[in-house]
């Protein structure tokens, strides 16, 4: 890596706050480190895939962010009827997908799209203490059970992405 690039910043969640602003922090901390780790790059580095037979890319990865948000804070804890976004071919109810890339459909538009979706959660969290629980697989998951689970499905998919990124032009770390 060269000394000359520069390190984006990113908000450090609260070190001594309530339950609700920690978690909503970490999960903030997580989006925005993904978020990072596309900054600066060409639509078409955006769209290389890490090692072959592996096909997955940084622009994948936000597209499956933005299917995993949609899933977790539309679908199951506000109820809504919210189909897939990039490829309803893969699973009917959009958990999965979102890894394969349609050449229609540029960076720009998948950023905006989970960007989209982003706002959609906050907004559906805002409406209900972290002790609210929803319908899932047979019994009911709570919305604090739901922060910590996006904010481990955002770790493990930074780590990719952290990959993705050294391979493209060898900046890591942050």
């Known amino acids: 890596m060269t000394e000359s690039l520069a390190r984006p910043m990113r908000p450090m969640p609260p070190m001594n706050a309530d339950e609700r602003t920690t978690l909503t922090g970490w999960l903030d901390f997580q989006r925005a480190t993904l978020a990072m780790k596309c900054d600066g790059l060409t639509d078409e580095q955006l769209r290389s895939v890490s090692v072959p037979p592996s096909p997955m890319t940084l622009q994948g990865l936000v597209q499956h962010m933005a299917e995993v948000e949609r899933n977790w ?9 919210a189909p897939p976004i990039f490829d309803p071919r893969a699973d009917p109810e959009g958990r999965d997908g979102g890894f394969e890339l349609d050449e229609n459909v540029t960076f720009a538009e998948a950023r905006a799209i989970w960007q989209e979706e982003i706002a959609a959660a906050r907004a559906n969290c805002a409406a209900r203490p972290l002790e609210h629980t929803s319908a899932f697989m047979g019994g009911e998951v709570s919305l604090r059970w739901i922060h910590t689970h996006m904010i481990g499905e955002y770790a493990r998919h930074n780590g990719h992405a952290d990959l993705l990124r050294e391979r493209i032009d060898g900046l890591t770390g942050f």
């Open 73 to 81: 804070f539309r679908r199951v804890l506000a109820g809504e009827d």
